[in-house]
């Protein structure tokens, strides 16, 4: 293209030559329309990624370097009961809250697609939990769970359902509870409304006919809503999981880890570990082990999408 | 769609079909029930502990641990005593500026990095350009929680250990991802054509970027804005790791650390500092919810 450009410098052609030059050049100005990205990224992301990856092989400690190890550290896990506990904590924290999210945001997706008064302001006021940092709601959660003056205890008291308050961050199950409504309780109004702007995409023609056909409201929404949604949620769904099982603050906040590690996510275990008791390497080794749960969901994303392209098959999707 | 429509279509039609509007097909007992009522209460539960949080904010402390001579629900003789005390006699303030000053960096540097990513990969179709757009997509994928250990390492061996600028470099990890591919869906729908006159007419690809494409995507941009400034502010665990002094902390940071001690009486400003560090998102949030509605469903649908 360069031969093109300087063999053909006539004033018909400059046109057509300035088209070829930024042809040309596009990889190049591509790249530096890239670079600052690609910067920050690379130094602050990938190289910290792979650099996590060495710590878990080695037995650094903070001020110290360490030398490599090989899996010891993974082999010390595998003996750790606190670390199996924490797997099974954040397994169990993922689950319950990602199902709950799921059912109550969709719910409350489809109660708020439906036609009402107010209805820009009650939108407005659902997303407000999702708009709050997450420590300082999840600050408010302690104290509605304070073990002395929660106002749940005071409310259930009055109503005579219990006798004694309730130590909801005091025992082991009540905290795992606890912290499991607490982040479902952030997580809603997001699976809420991305999966409403998913509704209104829908024709509500659909509907139209479907009821004509006689079909019932579970089967309008099982036939109709559910099968167009599909796309949407296996997307929502894949960040509700990620940032549920990846979840730090809400925990760190409200119960670091306690009572007993009943609460310790994989995330604050690797937090204490490194971090606090100075072992980097093997708080790095509980983090690496979070990678291939954080693989699993991407791939289910992954799955997701392929279906949506099956089902849009049109040539005008975006 | 209307009431007044249906009724019309209905009146005409003279018979019970449901062509407009199915609405119409519900009596107001059944709306109460399967609406209004599940509706009512999911918004109590996601607003309570706002309420609470203010409530607590401004009620005495004698009536923070009396739960039996006053309705905990509600207060009698409200003080700003807690706020007052949060804003003079703590750092509280201080902390407030770290985190405007950190959530401000970071976000105007991810937007401009972004902004110039989000055109590359869009318009610019270098080669591998999708590939590019593709490990951007990824790089959302990573969470801080298994990168805050390694980046703790990493930052101390640049010198920026506990402080803010530390953060302000780190928190485009975060934020870059997430809104170069809410903008390459903005540029997206601006017309190929515009920028095609503009080369015709001599423009250079940083004037078209300049002149052309980011005046058109202001929507995007403000999105954009507002959803990594929110992010920024919500940020906790590299901030926690990476910064260590008191005067240095952010407000999620310091609220959890430096309030904390065994005082009966800490409720009263602990919710006041969790009001006033929330108060500007929500005051943010309300000026732009629309904004901030496309942000979060723009970047899941694409």
């Known amino acids: ?318 | 769609m209307t009431d007044a429509v249906v009724g019309q279509v209905a009146q005409s039609a003279q018979a019970q079909d449901s062509s407009e509007g199915m609405s119409y097909l519900e009596s107001l007992p059944s709306r109460l029930v399967t609406l209004y009522l599940p509706l009512f209460i999911i918004l109590v539960v996601l607003l309570f502990p706002f309420y609470w949080m203010a409530l607590t904010a401004i009620k005495p402390d004698a009536q923070l641990i009396d739960m039996e001579t006053y309705n905990p629900f509600w207060v009698v003789h409200p003080t700003l005593k807690h706020i007052e005390k949060l804003l003079f006699e703590t750092q509280y303030p201080r902390w407030l500026w770290n985190t405007m000053y950190v959530a401000a960096g970071a976000t105007v540097l991810s937007i401009a990095a972004s902004v110039l990513a989000a055109y590359a990969i869009v318009r610019l179709q270098f080669r591998g350009a999708p590939y590019v757009g593709a490990a951007i997509f990824f790089a959302y994928l990573v969470p801080p929680s298994i990168l805050f250990i390694p980046m703790a390492t990493v930052i101390q061996s640049y010198g920026l250990f506990d402080s803010p600028l530390a953060l302000i470099l780190v928190y485009p990890t975060l934020l870059i991802p997430f809104s170069t591919w809410l903008l390459m869906g903005y540029f997206k729908t601006i017309p190929f054509e515009l920028e095609e006159c503009a080369l015709i007419d001599g423009a250079s690809r940083w004037q078209i970027l300049v002149k052309i494409v980011l005046p058109l995507a202001v929507p995007g941009l403000i999105s954009a804005f507002i959803f990594c400034f929110t992010l920024c502010w919500n940020e906790f665990i590299y901030a926690l790791t990476l910064l260590s002094s008191t005067p240095n902390k952010t407000v999620p940071v310091a609220i959890v650390n430096e309030f904390v001690d065994g005082d009966i009486y800490r409720w009263g400003s602990l919710m006041a500092g969790a009001l006033v560090g929330s108060l500007p998102l929500v005051i943010l949030y309300a000026f732009f919810v629309e904004h901030y509605v496309s942000a979060m469903t723009g970047a899941v649908k694409e």
Do not use: C
Not at chain 1, 34 to 57: D, Q, V
Not at chain 1, 161 to 184: H, K, M, P, T, Y
């Open chain 1, 1 to 318: 293209m360069t031969v093109l450009t300087t063999r053909a410098p006539a004033p018909p052609s400059a046109l057509s030559s300035a088209w070829l030059r930024l042809r040309s050049n596009r990889n190049w100005l591509g790249f530096w329309f890239m670079l600052p990205a690609a910067g920050f990224l690379l130094l602050f992301l990938a190289y910290p990624l792979g650099l996590g990856l060495w710590l878990s092989l080695t037995d650094s400690r903070i001020g110290r370097g360490g030398s490599f190890v090989g899996l010891e550290n993974y082999q010390w896990l595998m003996d750790d009961g606190v670390f199996w506990l924490s797997v099974f904590n954040t397994l169990l924290y993922t689950t319950v809250a990602s199902v709950i999210k799921f059912a109550i945001g969709l719910y409350l997706a489809l109660l708020l697609n439906r036609h009402m008064p107010f209805k820009a302001l009650i939108r407005a006021a659902v997303l407000i939990p999702f708009i709050v940092p997450t420590v300082l709601s999840a600050i408010a959660f302690w104290w509605i769970y304070d073990a002395q003056f929660s106002i749940i205890s005071w409310s259930l008291r009055k109503l005579h359902i219990i006798s004694e308050n309730i130590n909801f961050l005091g025992d082991g199950n009540w905290a795992r509870a606890s912290v499991i409504f607490a982040n479902i309780w952030r997580g809603v109004p997001f699976v809420a409304i991305t999966l409403l702007a998913g509704l209104q995409t829908v024709s509500p023609s659909l509907y139209e006919a479907a009821t004509l056909d006689g079909a019932t409201a579970w089967q309008r929404f099982r036939y109709v809503t559910y099968p167009l949604l599909t796309p949407i949620i296996a997307v929502v769904m894949t960040f509700s999981v990620l940032f549920t099982f990846t979840d730090f603050q809400l925990i760190w906040a409200m119960t670091r880890g306690g009572p007993v590690n009943a609460t310790h996510l994989m995330a604050t275990l690797s937090y204490q570990r490194a971090i606090l008791s100075g072992r980097l390497g093997e708080g790095a080794a509980i983090a690496t082990a979070m990678i291939p749960f954080l693989v699993a969901a991407i791939g289910i994303s992954w799955f997701g999408l392929q279906q949506r392209k099956w089902q849009q098959g049109g040539p005008n999707n975006d």
